[in-house]
């Protein structure tokens, strides 16, 4: 039979405290990209395909789409965009929100967009590209 574990009072505290970090975090991302979308999306786009993992025929219709996709994050809700980030959870060990959400975009629904040659570089690499901007709109 397992053990039974039971929280105690400071536990629980301390517990609650990285949760809210957690949450005033990914709260502060998702505000700080949904004041400046299509400022954010130009340079997401303008990195991907400067850095060559995006090939395409126009840079502009990535950067709608990336724009796009951002306005369908900030509407959405915790569990869908829980959802749509699941699969690359475990991408890095302390991942942000806004890049991890974008990084899953890219690999899962901007390479099947018609302007879109391929991608080229792993996941981490499309990952730490959107996240070095991510990084310089949140601060």
């Known amino acids: 039979m397992g053990k039974t574990f039971r929280v105690g009072n400071r536990e629980a505290k301390l ?3 990285i949760e809210s ?3 005033r975090e990914r709260f502060r991302s998702i505000n700080a990209v949904r004041d400046n979308i299509e400022l954010y999306s130009n340079k997401v786009a303008m990195k991907l395909v400067e850095e060559k993992l995006v090939e ?3 840079k ?3 950067q709608e789409q990336i724009s796009k996709c951002i306005e369908k994050m900030c509407k959405a809700e915790d569990f ?3 959802f749509q980030i699941a699969p690359f959870r475990t991408l890095v060990p302390n991942p942000n ?3 991890l959400y974008l990084t ?3 690999l899962e629904t901007l390479i099947n ?3 879109v040659v391929d991608i080229y570089g792993s996941d981490e690499d499309i990952y730490h590209c959107i996240q070095k901007i991510t990084a310089q709109m949140i601060t």
């Open 56 to 58: 395409t025929v126009s």
């Open 97 to 99: 929100i806004v890049s």
């Open 21 to 23: 970090s957690k949450e």
């Open 104 to 106: 899953a975009f890219v």
């Open 80 to 82: 869908d965009i829980d």
């Open 60 to 62: 502009n219709a990535v």
């Open 15 to 17: 517990l609650s405290k």
């Open 113 to 115: 967009h018609r302007d």
